[in-house]
């Protein structure tokens, strides 16, 4: 084989190995790449949001570790809010659970940029020390909040989030409240809920979504 031969078959080589490499390369960024959903299947997936986010104004309430927990703490990442309590039998640490189920999924860069907060709706025993104990035995990231009674259903009322107080025949009380999980997004704003029950391989895809249209 002459010299010119066999560098036209070294070049034809290299092309091919190339082109193959741009071939799976282009895959993986697919793969990578959340799939893009309509508003119809973001519904159907239990994801409501809204046509213009909501501003819900300022609020001043208190985090587990005693820290000021006000709007501008929800500013720079994503938070999905869920109003709950510690004395709670079932859908709260089933809930927290499974929000723990979901933050391990998000990949990468989504899951520090994708906060869960827990804002209690039973002020009068959730101290921040009692959130302490509780809301981080789900994932170290999680964050717990209290605060006033006042301050606290008015952030529930702005968040469509439901609450009473029910009396046990024991003296005792338990608190009935929306199972709902809130979307806040980077600017603060109320992106929109995600309706219980939860189901979380289809609540990965849909944030996953959701995040990735806000950010292009």
Same mark, same amino acid.
């Given at each position: ?98 929000? @723990? ?22 002020? @009068? ?53 929306? @199972? ?37």
């Amino acid at each position: 084989m002459t010299e010119s031969r066999q560098r036209g078959v070294r070049w034809t080589i290299f092309g091919v190995v190339v082109f193959m490499a741009l071939v799976v390369a282009s895959f993986i960024h697919r793969v990578g790449e959340p799939r893009i959903m309509s508003q119809a299947e973001t519904r159907a997936n239990g994801l409501f949001l809204f046509d213009t986010p909501r501003d819900t104004g300022d609020f001043a309430l208190i985090d587990h570790r005693g820290a000021s927990f006000t709007r501008g703490n929800l500013v720079g990442q994503w938070t999905l809010i869920f109003f709950g309590f510690t004395h709670c039998p079932d859908i709260c640490p089933t809930t927290l659970a499974e929000l @723990a189920q979901l933050k391990a999924q998000l990949a990468g860069t989504e899951a520090s940029a994708t906060r869960v907060v827990m804002l209690s709706v039973d002020p @009068a025993r959730d101290t921040p020390e009692r959130l302490a104990q509780y809301v981080p035995y789900f994932h170290a990231d999680f964050v717990g909040v209290t605060g006033e009674f006042s301050e606290i259903l008015s952030v529930a009322q702005r968040l469509n989030a439901p609450f009473r107080k029910v009396s046990e025949p024991d003296a005792s009380y338990q608190m009935e409240h929306s @199972a709902n999980v809130v979307l806040m997004n980077p600017r603060g704003d109320y992106h929109g809920f995600f309706r219980a029950p939860l189901d979380i391989p289809k609540m990965r895809v849909t944030l996953r979504s959701t995040q990735y249209l806000w950010e292009h």
